[in-house]
């Protein structure tokens, strides 16, 4: 079992508390990001696998900060019980520092959303995102008679974000589309224009875009794709020690809320007073999303790699435009499977003689029911 100091090392990077008794005997894999316990998923679907493949295992969030993040990987690499972890916003690109090795795949998107402990110790990263985010699109989810898309070659996409995820799914699209062009948006010129150009080398189809041409852009393409964490639910930390919130703003217009001391957080009037200070954005924001999913075809499918809330303002205002849109939740439960079946627990189920695809058609449902 995990010795108490090494749980009391973990427990001494992160916010959230953590119950030594339910982690118990148990091995350990979890979410790295800056508030994971707040709306994360993963726990949910990680541990309803678990229970099914009779694994003493146990998926835990970690909230971090980001001065306490290499501190947090020195603890988990150094517990013989920790068998890998997840990891989200925000650092998917920042945690590459501190890894022993990349997989081919994530080192050509530079970004890593699965570290997998290997028994010497050393942590080794990968990236699930883009082939999750593919899934979910191609594939009929659970349910369903068809899938999103049924193809994406030759097809123009334009994608919101240029941070970790939205490398993944870059990479993984620019791919796919073949003919097809990307165009990449970021509220940070000069990061869309960074990771067009890395793509621009391997595939040869795409460029960047300013925020302001989005209104140009968006309705001659055939999917958009939000990358970004504008619409995200819950609290969002700054650099400098402020808050602020992102949910009631739609990825397809600039967003400038007000940000407000941490300090404030969990006082009854912290959200009135956001939103007093920040309404005016709001509202300009919501206004020029709303001109502009009109002028967009009707043919263009919305998605979002956002599940929390499960309908963003940007699909919202897709839905009731017309269009066809999909949230993060099937991305979420793909890559979470093959971060499971074909990473973190691999060597346990070829053990077992179960690491098959019939094993992970049953892993995935489980997720997606689990959700």
């Known amino acids: 079992m995990a010795t108490p100091n090494d ?17 118990g005997k148990n091995q350990i894999a979890g979410i790295i990001g800056d508030a994971p316990s707040h709306y994360a998923k993963s726990p949910s679907l990680w541990n309803a696998a678990f229970r099914a493949l009779n694994m003493e295992a146990i998926y835990l969030p970690f ?8 501190e947090l990987v020195y603890a988990l690499r150094e517990s013989d019980q920790v068998m890998g972890c997840n990891v989200t916003v925000p650092y998917k690109v920042k945690i590459m520092e501190y890894l022993d090795g990349l997989d081919k795949k994530a080192e050509q998107i530079k970004a890593v959303n699965t570290v997998v402990r290997t028994k ?24 369903q008679e068809r899938p999103f898309e049924k193809s994406l070659r030759g097809m123009d996409v334009l994608i919101i974000g240029a941070g970790g995820a939205a490398r993944a799914v870059a990479f993984l699209l620019a791919e796919s589309v073949g003919n097809g062009q990307l165009q990449i948006c970021n509220r940070t010129p000069e990061i869309a224009r960074y990771l067009a150009e890395e793509i621009k080398k391997v595939f040869g189809n795409a460029s960047a ?15 958009i794709v939000n990358c970004s964490i504008k619409g995200q639910g819950g609290i969002r930390k700054s650099s400098d020690g402020k808050i602020t919130i992102l ?11 007000a940000f407000i001391p941490a300090t404030e957080y969990g006082r009854p009037e912290f959200y009135r007073a956001w939103l007093s200070a920040s309404l005016s954005d709001i509202e300009a924001n919501n206004r020029a999303s709303w001109s502009l999913v009109l002028s967009v075809p009707p043919n263009v499918g919305f998605c979002d790699l956002i599940y929390f809330p499960t309908e963003t303002v940007f699909l919202r205002h897709g ?45 995935f449902e489980l997720m997606y029911e689990a959700w």
């Open 120 to 143: 010497d110790g050393r942590l080794i990263g990968y990236n699930t995102d883009g082939k999750g985010f593919l899934e979910s699109i191609l594939a009929p989810q659970p349910g």
């Open 247 to 257: 949910e009631p703003y739609s990825a397809l217009a600039p967003a400038n809320p």
């Open 63 to 70: 909230d971090v900060d980001e001065p306490r993040l290499l």
């Open 319 to 363: 839905r009731l435009s017309g269009h066809r849109t999909l949230n993060g939740k099937g991305m979420i439960v793909a890559q979470a499977a093959d971060a499971l079946f074909d990473k973190i627990c691999r060597e346990y189920l070829q053990k077992l003689g179960i690491h098959n695809p019939k094993t992970y058609k049953s892993l």
């Open 7 to 23: 749980i009391a090392r973990i427990q001494s990077c992160i916010n959230n508390k953590l119950d030594r008794d339910v982690i």
């Open 209 to 223: 875009i300013k925020e302001e041409d989005i209104r140009e852009q968006a309705p001659k393409v055939g999917l």
